[in-house]
């Protein structure tokens, strides 16, 4: 295959930056976010919770417990117990601070290129459609979220916007996730992603990827696969199968093993 044709199937992955990085950074901070948008190939995840004030905040877990390696008294606190005012200040450790959902609104609005996929946790949804409209980024967002439902319900709202839930767990909970969103004509989806296991004790059906990718052909939705790991002859082998989108903790090593791939 000659270099021209290599990279154009480059420009053609994509990869959900996973809370920006987990891997190579402090997740869900402004860092982590400018760190993944660096690379074309990465759209950004974060998730949202509204603090009791009424802020929007981007945060995985309920607490910081798990994200903060200083002590604070708030370690264990709801986030929709505490205030902006006593968040705002919290130093995660080495300077890294819970953003402001605002905040990264306003990093989109200087670069028309970057996208995000966005998990609403706990916060109320009018608000958050209220502020991605007044930052004039709604058409950037994919919305992301365990429930089809809810993600139905923003179809109704938002038709043109991608959408995607996710298959994960054991083998069967995997497969049964899946046919289930198969008999529902992967109603109000663009997007499923399946965790792909690679590992003895978790394995797939050998021809379930591409029953995978036929279906959601089929139905004019895109697969995203998520390795449990990864290395260059599983990514070869995903992305002979037709895989185009992924998902991945670390950014840069992902870009890196990807050009390793395909340029070598």
């Not at 995660?92 to 959902?101: A, C």
């Not at 990264?104 to 609403?120: A, R, T």
């Not at 995203?224 to 992305?239: A, E, K, R």
Request: aromatic content about 10%; hydrophobic content about 45%; some cysteine.
């Amino acid at each position: 295959m000659h270099t021209n044709q290599k990279q154009v199937m480059i420009s053609d992955v994509f990869f959900q930056a996973h809370r920006g990085t987990i891997d190579e950074g402090k997740e869900n901070t402004l860092p982590a976010f400018l760190h993944a948008w660096q690379f074309p190939q990465a759209i950004v995840e974060t998730d949202v919770r509204q603090l009791v004030d009424g802020t929007l905040i981007c945060l995985h877990d309920r607490t910081i417990r798990r994200v903060c390696s200083t002590f604070t008294p708030l370690l264990d606190t709801p986030a929709e117990s505490l205030t902006w005012e006593e968040l705002q200040h919290i130093d995660l450790g080495k300077g890294y601070r819970i953003p402001l959902f605002e905040s990264v609104l306003e990093l989109m609005v200087q670069n028309p290129n970057w996208q995000l996929y966005l998990e609403i946790k706990e916060a109320e949804l009018a608000r958050v459609l209220t502020i991605i409209t007044a930052y004039d980024v709604v058409n950037r967002i994919l919305f992301v979220h365990e429930s089809q439902e809810f993600l139905q319900h923003i179809h109704t709202l938002l038709p043109a916007n991608q959408k995607m839930t996710w298959c994960s767990g054991s083998t069967q909970q995997i497969i049964q996730r899946f046919e289930a969103l198969k008999e529902s004509h992967f109603a109000g989806l663009t997007q499923v992603q399946i965790h792909y296991p690679v590992y003895e004790t978790a394995t797939l059906p050998e021809d379930f990827l591409d029953y995978a990718l036929a279906c959601t052909k089929r139905a004019g939705v895109i697969l995203q696969v998520c390795p449990t790991s990864i290395n260059g002859d599983i990514l070869s082998f995903l992305l002979k199968k037709g895989v185009r989108w992924f998902v991945s903790n670390a950014p840069l090593a992902f870009v890196t093993l990807l050009e390793q791939v395909l340029l070598s």
